[in-house]
């Protein structure tokens, strides 16, 4: 059974940082794609960043230029990291992973940027 485990959330104050990881229960080998979703409240759940088992990453376009998503093969984990952070990236963030025609997601962490 798949599962998805993010950890690194929590409150942040602006222009700081924070990494974010996800950690499959199976082989990232498994999937197609890997990334980060995030969800405010009120708005729709939002692609940030994702990874690909061949091909280019790809970044929300407000995120692009201060993080940078990563894999671990070995560790199975996913690592978002994203620096000067602002108060609009407060939301739940959602680790996502899809293959063999499946989304699976994780359970989701808080990030709060607040002064």
């Known amino acids: 059974q798949v599962q998805l485990v993010e950890s690194g959330g929590g409150l942040v104050h602006p222009g700081g940082s924070l990494r974010l990881s996800c950690t499959s229960s199976?082989?990232?080998?498994?999937?197609?794609?890997m990334g980060w979703y995030r969800q405010s409240p009120g708005k729709q759940r939002e692609l940030v960043a994702m990874?690909?088992?061949?091909?280019?990453?790809k970044y929300a376009d407000d995120v692009e230029g201060r993080s940078t998503i990563s894999g671990d093969i070995d560790m199975n984990t996913v690592d978002l990291q994203i620096n000067s952070l602002k108060p609009e990236d407060t939301a739940v963030y959602y680790c996502?992973?899809?293959?063999?025609?499946?989304?699976?997601w994780g359970q989701g962490t808080q990030v709060t940027v607040s002064a």
């Open positions: 199976v082989s990232m080998s498994t999937y197609n794609s």
């Open positions: 990874i690909f088992s061949t091909g280019p990453s």
């Open positions: 996502n992973a899809r293959g063999d025609g499946t989304s699976y």
